[in-house]
């Protein structure tokens, strides 16, 4: 318990000191686990609280970034595409940044699937079931999504003070650097934290109250 305790503070002066290079070498220690799984919790709970009180976040924020990002994907490949077999020039970046927006709306969007319930729904086989067992399958599928999310947290937080600390610029570019997309990342599971929290509350109520747990999933149905 001490040496996490330890290894936490050596997290937090390295990110306060914003030396990635620190960071990098701190967020190796096995501390990182049990802080992962805080900032898992905590980030999914400030996702939460903006999606209650904010009700413009909780409908539209993910399907936002994901049209946004898949419409900048496509003018990037329709008008490089014009420009290099019509005029014969291309935008050296053209090729290396798409893949970093299909990151971020792929990512976000299995926050707004997880938001529709569109995953781990096995909606006619547990519809079946007695109201305890939809119950606590209900839980185990909000306890599986909050381990994913810890695990990946964790893991893409290492990979982003690793780029950091390289200095790794999008190819393509002078001064971008692939931090700057990989973020979203992880705070892309932190919004599915959130919904995460947000469907199991929802469920508890339902199911205190008397109310159907199960409905058939539907995308896009909000």
Request: aromatic share 16%; glycine share 8%.
């Amino acid at each position: 318990m001490a040496d996490w305790f330890a290894g936490a503070g050596e997290i937090f002066a390295a990110l306060f000191s914003n030396d990635s290079f620190m960071l990098r070498q701190a967020l190796r220690e096995p501390a990182s686990w049990p802080l992962g799984l805080a900032v898992t919790i905590l980030g999914g709970l400030l996702f939460y609280f903006l999606y209650r009180f904010v009700p413009w976040l909780d409908r539209r924020i993910e399907s936002t970034v994901m049209v946004t990002s898949y419409l900048m994907i496509g003018g990037i490949i329709f008008v490089e595409v014009i420009r290099r077999f019509v005029f014969n020039v291309q935008a050296p970046w053209s090729t290396t940044l798409p893949p970093f927006l299909f990151l971020i709306m792929t990512w976000v969007g299995c926050s707004y699937n997880v938001k529709l319930r569109t995953h781990l729904a096995f909606a006619e086989f547990r519809g079946a079931m007695p109201r305890g067992g939809q119950f606590a399958c209900l839980t185990m599928d909000a306890i599986l999504w909050l381990g994913f999310s810890w695990v990946v947290i964790v893991t893409t937080f290492r990979l982003v003070a690793n780029s950091a600390a390289n200095f790794q610029i999008m190819l393509g570019t002078d001064n971008v650097l692939q931090w700057w997309f990989l973020i979203s990342v992880p705070i892309a599971f932190m919004m599915l934290a959130g919904r995460v929290i947000e469907n199991w509350l929802t469920d508890l109520k339902n199911y205190r109250e008397g109310e159907p747990l199960i409905e058939q999933a539907v995308i896009g149905a909000d």
